[in-house]
């Protein structure tokens, strides 16, 4: 993959990498580029479609994990495709459950780079967090991934994989005989604000993990395609959110070409604090990100920008800073929302976080010029959900101390 030359340049894999016995992880990768896999490994173009058609099906709308169980398909030919594919899942390193029903796994890819993935089950809605990079090239000071040398990009399978493994933890794969309701289109199964028609618990997508996703562009949208496939997991992308920190010349590509909403990392609504805080700022200044906002694609009263906005004491959180943003957020006549997110401090974090009580008047402040400002629950302190922590906590732990709690996991699961 080629990124555009104003990007930052960062390794990336290339999509098909065959593992150590030759075979090829289809994981990641669209219905066309199995057909041409199978065309190339022997079967007429004919055949090569119908199959690959078959097998995308088993792969991301069923979720099957081998040829075997993929029953429409001849068995003498299922073992012609298990010689030759593979259907992969990152690896788990660990996996942690809060008392407030918060999960997060840290996981591996399979050259051997962690990164992690929570799920936050709500009343309403079950969003699973999912990571676009091992470690993120951006240095925002209150955020813990920041901390970490970008090591590299995830591949759509390893993002599609995050998606693809919360579904198997948590037993969400349409069953053989099962009512297939993503047939009765997108407001049957996803009705806005509730649990999707059939009951499942997860229900929404934030690429909020760990990394930049518009720094990963083309990997992101290609993992995401296969999330919102009407055949594949066939999540409407109306639940699917892609949160930047600014990337500003790539904004307008995300809305055309994946078309999910966007949440815009804002923290400050001065060049000084913003520069200091995300120091991507110094490169894209809130004008021009304030514009890119306005020109997204798609935006609506009904489908409004979420700014996030981290309370730090002293530092953004004042009422002066609460009214410039509702000015803001006027001037470039956003149909936003903003989230008001506690920060979570970690150790050697030089912020704090603001008080509860500047957070409600912050809140107040917003809310009563009319743009909603919900103050985010913080989920998880118990098992360090926060962007970027379990992945130190894990380094830190001993080799024994990983593998009692991969016993215990397995004792949990058995
Ligand atoms: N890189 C993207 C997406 C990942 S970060 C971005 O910056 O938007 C997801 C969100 O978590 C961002 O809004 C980020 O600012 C926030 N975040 C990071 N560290 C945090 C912390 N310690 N406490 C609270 N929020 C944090
Ligand atoms: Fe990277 Fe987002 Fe963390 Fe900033 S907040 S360092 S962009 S992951």
């Known amino acids: 993959m080629q990124i555009p030359g104003i990007i930052d340049p960062i390794p990336t894999p290339r999509d098909i990498t065959p593992r150590e016995d030759g075979r090829v992880d289809l994981i990641g990768l669209p219905k066309q580029r199995i057909t041409e896999l199978f065309e190339a490994a022997g079967l007429d ?193 109306r639940r699917i959110t892609l949160s930047t920190s600014g990337v500003v010349p790539m904004m307008a590509r995300a809305g055309e070409e994946i078309g999910v909403n966007l949440a815009v990392s804002l923290h400050a609504v001065s060049k000084d604090v913003r520069d200091e805080i995300v120091p991507i700022n110094r490169k894209y200044g809130l004008e021009e990100l304030l514009q890119a906002c306005a020109d997204y694609p798609g935006l609506s009263n009904a489908r409004r920008i979420t700014f996030e906005y981290v309370m730090l004491k002293d530092k953004n959180d004042s009422d002066q800073d609460a009214r410039e943003l509702v000015r803001l957020i006027k001037q470039y006549k956003l149909p936003a929302k903003v989230n008001l997110i506690p920060f979570n401090p970690w150790p050697g974090a030089i912020y704090e976080c603001s008080s509860p009580e500047r957070i409600r008047r912050f809140s107040e402040i917003v809310f009563e010029a009319g743009i909603s400002a919900p103050v985010r629950t913080p989920r998880g302190r118990d098992i360090d959900a926060a962007c970027g922590q379990l992945k130190t906590a894990a380094q830190k732990m001993s080799r024994a101390e990983l593998d009692r709690l991969a016993d215990e996991k397995q004792a949990a699961l058995g």
């Open 45 to 237: 173009p004919k055949a090569a479609k119908l199959r690959a058609k078959q097998v995308f099906h088993w792969l991301y709308h069923r979720g099957v994990m081998d040829f075997e169980a993929m029953t429409d398909i001849a068995k003498t030919m299922r073992p012609w495709l298990g010689t030759r594919f593979v259907i992969g899942r990152p690896e788990i390193v660990l996996s942690q459950h809060s008392s407030d029903g918060t999960r997060k796994w840290l996981l591996k890819t399979a050259d051997g780079h962690e990164f992690e993935m929570v799920f936050i089950p709500d009343a309403d809605r079950g969003t699973l967090c999912v990571s676009s990079q091992v470690g993120c090239t951006l240095n925002c000071r209150f955020c813990h991934t920041g901390t970490m040398r970008l090591v590299r990009n995830l591949t759509p399978g390893e993002i599609v994989g995050q998606v693809m493994l919360a579904r198997d933890a948590l037993g969400e794969w349409p069953r053989a005989g099962q009512a297939d309701l993503s047939a009765l289109g997108d407001d049957l199964v996803d009705d806005e604000g509730g649990y999707s028609a059939d009951g499942r618990l997860l229900t929404n997508i934030v690429m909020m993990g760990m990394g930049e996703p518009l720094y990963n562009f083309d990997n992101v949208r290609d993992a995401l395609k296969l999330v919102m496939d009407g055949d594949g997991l066939a999540l409407s992308k």
